[in-house]
């Protein structure tokens, strides 16, 4: 098996830093949701701190991996100015047009709210630490930040992947 320079980086963007981000999302999600004082003891809290620290800093490095390697590397192909590129494949079909000025338009700019998110999220359990315990209403704020920054991401996914099926980058 070989792969494309195209194709190697499209990998890299789409399921390298994406399969991190996933990786991170899920052992932060499981850290912020459990970090609560009833359900713990002083031992579990330290090991808990020190997951929830790594799990959410590795979703922020992910995510900011994915946009920077698909807004620098793989959206410029996307978007040469050459008949078979897969913009131009799909502005010419207007059945399939949506698919960029939807689709692109989320991934071009609302996908750079999500490492946003997430290195907020990374800053408050590294600056709190085992702290975010006592204070509920942070906890639950950071918690919703970071449901938030993997929602956009995954629709930004999402949309890359259908995107990538309609036109592919050859």
Known sequence: MSLTHHEFWTLVHGMVFGAVFLLG??????????????????????????????????????????????????????????????????????????????????????????????????FIVLYYGAGLILHERLRRTTLALFVLAFSIAAVAGILGALITKTAPLI
């Open 25 to 122: 999302f899920a052992g932060g999600l499981e850290g912020l949701w459990s970090l609560r004082p009833h359900l713990m003891t002083a031992e579990g809290i330290r090991g808990r701190a020190l997951r929830l620290k790594i799990g959410t800093t590795a979703m922020a490095v992910a995510a900011w991996g994915t946009v920077l390697t698909g807004t620098w590397i793989v959206y410029p192909w996307y978007r040469e100015d050459v008949p078979d590129s897969p913009r131009s494949v799909l502005l010419a079909d207007p059945a399939r047009e949506q698919w960029h000025h939807f689709g692109m338009e989320w991934k071009e700019h609302i996908a750079w709210i999500s490492p946003i998110l997430a290195t907020l999220v990374a």
